[in-house]
């Protein structure tokens, strides 16, 4: 197989599940603000950056704020998220998720990050996995957030391959519809209801066999 593919991985959702650690910690500050925010509401923010997930719960609580509020409880949201990050290690990689990045690596084909999170790289790094990725795109690195396609065409651009040969992996709607927009193949992990508009859709990584993905390559 010569054939070079970008292959792009979302963070939480796809290589993670961080979601539960963003929910308490969000929920730490609902309380404060006196919000009732539940796991059902955690799905609005699902592959949505800081901010905007802050102005959601605000809106579901129907609370108006300054903006130095806003930015101590964003401050104070981070704080508390870093702590259930402390003891992170290779047990939190999703199942598979280790199989298919080496598959990858050991068919020389190129691996990048498109993620919302502005933590992406300690993860990376505690999950032990940040050696397999030849570019890293995240939260820090963009201006418009999922469904704009910014992240994932950064990412194909940083591994010199044109979108219509990358590959991207999501569980977020807001994410399967970027890579649509980027003309990327979109691959939904997840729900295959709420990833309908996704190309391929696999529950999580190991429903996806070897096959596929070669001649995802070879395509
Ligand atoms: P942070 P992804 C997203 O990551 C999460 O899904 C979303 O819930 C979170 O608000 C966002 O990252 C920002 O994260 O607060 O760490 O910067 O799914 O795009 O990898
Ligand atoms: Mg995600």
Do not use: C
């Amino acid at each position: 197989m010569t054939n070079k593919k970008a292959f792009i991985f979302d963070l939480d959702g796809v290589i993670v599940d961080t979601a539960k650690y963003h929910f308490l910690a969000w929920q730490k500050i609902a309380n404060q603000l006196n919000i009732n925010f539940t796991l059902e509401d955690n799905e609005l923010l699902k592959g949505v950056s800081r901010v905007r997930s802050l102005d959601i719960i605000l809106e579901l609580g129907q609370v108006t704020a300054s903006q130095e509020d806003k930015n101590k409880w964003l401050t104070q949201k981070n704080e508390e998220y870093l702590t259930y990050l402390v003891d992170m290690d290779q047990s939190e990689l999703l199942p598979d998720v280790l199989t298919i990045l080496q598959f990858l690596k050991k068919n020389n084909q190129p691996i990048a990050l498109g993620s919302a999170s502005k933590n992406a790289r300690p993860i990376l790094e505690k999950t032990g996995i940040l050696s397999y990725f030849d570019a890293i795109v995240d939260g820090n690195d963009v201006t418009n957030a999922k469904p704009d396609p910014e992240v994932f065409l950064i990412a194909a651009q940083q591994l010199g391959i044109s979108p219509e040969n990358a590959i991207v992996f999501e569980d977020s709607v807001a994410g399967v519809q970027a890579a649509n927009v980027a003309k990327m193949i979109s691959i939904g992990i997840g729900d295959a209801k709420t990833l309908h508009e996704a190309k391929y859709i696999f529950e999580d990584f190991t429903h996806i066999e070897t096959r596929f993905l070669e001649n995802l390559i070879r395509k």
